[in-house]
């Protein structure tokens, strides 16, 4: 498509569930990116693929979160054992592999709610 | 590694008007990409303006300009004739450029208010 899709659009989970967040990027981008916006509107930057192989994974809290893009599925975004501190807005990401000034398409973004 | 810094948590400006937003960042390499982002409640996020660190030329969409100084480590977003629909945050973001698959790196964003 056109348009970076993120479902779900709400999700709302008790502490110590999981919760899986999904999304498609762009047709023909090779990048996709996962970044967490807090209630206080800081980013952090969590995991980039390129293609179904993981780019940078620095961001990635790795007790809880696990990440996957495979071929032909939406990209996906889990978190184990969900923690208040999780709750957030998730942006994913996807760009193009033509080059360092590739921008960064963003979907509208999952909002998790933890309770 | 980089950070970004905006100093300014708020801003404000009356409709018409210019106001100018700050953003600082540090990084020791010598190229990189600097982007202005705008979040509107709507949380989406909208790339507002680009600037290759490499290009000399303060790079201009519309009524948006930017205020690159190398040396200085900055990068100052100019709004012109303040427009009720830009009221948002404003967030300065850098990234490196040797890979498409570089991450950006926020900074902590500015709440631009327009006033009628």
């Known amino acids: 498509g056109e348009e970076v899709a993120q479902t779900p659009k709400h999700l709302v989970r008790g502490e110590g569930q999981k919760a899986k967040l999904y999304c498609a990027p762009i047709?023909?981008?090779?990048?996709v990116f996962w970044y967490q916006q807090v209630l206080k509107n800081e980013f952090k930057f969590l995991i980039s693929?390129?293609?179904?192989?993981?780019?940078?994974e620095t961001g990635m809290p790795k007790e809880r979160f696990s990440a996957k893009c495979l071929p032909n599925s939406p990209c996906s975004l889990e978190i184990q054992a969900t923690k208040l501190e999780d709750s957030a807005v998730y942006f994913c990401?996807?760009?193009?592999?033509?080059?360092?000034?590739?921008?960064?398409?963003f979907g509208p973004g999952t909002r998790l709610t933890v309770l | 590694a980089q950070t970004v810094t905006q100093s300014q948590p708020e801003m404000s400006v009356q409709e018409a008007e210019t106001v100018t937003l700050s953003c600082t960042y540090d990084?020791?390499?010598?190229?990189?990409?600097l982007f202005w982002y705008k979040q509107p409640p709507s949380r989406q996020m909208i790339l507002v303006i680009r600037?290759?660190?490499?290009?000399?030329q303060n790079a201009t969409e519309n009524r948006f300009s930017v205020n690159f100084q190398k040396a200085a480590k900055s990068f100052s977003l100019k709004i012109s004739d303040s427009q009720l629909g830009d009221a948002a945050m404003y967030f300065c973001?850098?990234?490196?450029?040797?890979?498409?698959?570089?991450?950006?790196?926020f900074g902590g964003g500015t709440r631009l208010m327009v006033k009628p």
């Open positions: 047709k023909g981008h090779s990048y």
């Open positions: 990401a996807s760009s193009q592999s033509s080059g360092g000034h590739s921008e960064q398409f």
């Open positions: 990084t020791s390499e010598s190229d990189y990409y």
């Open positions: 693929f390129q293609n179904e192989n993981v780019f940078d």
């Open positions: 600037q290759e660190a490499y290009k000399q």
């Open positions: 973001a850098y990234r490196s450029t040797n890979n498409a698959g570089n991450m950006l790196t």
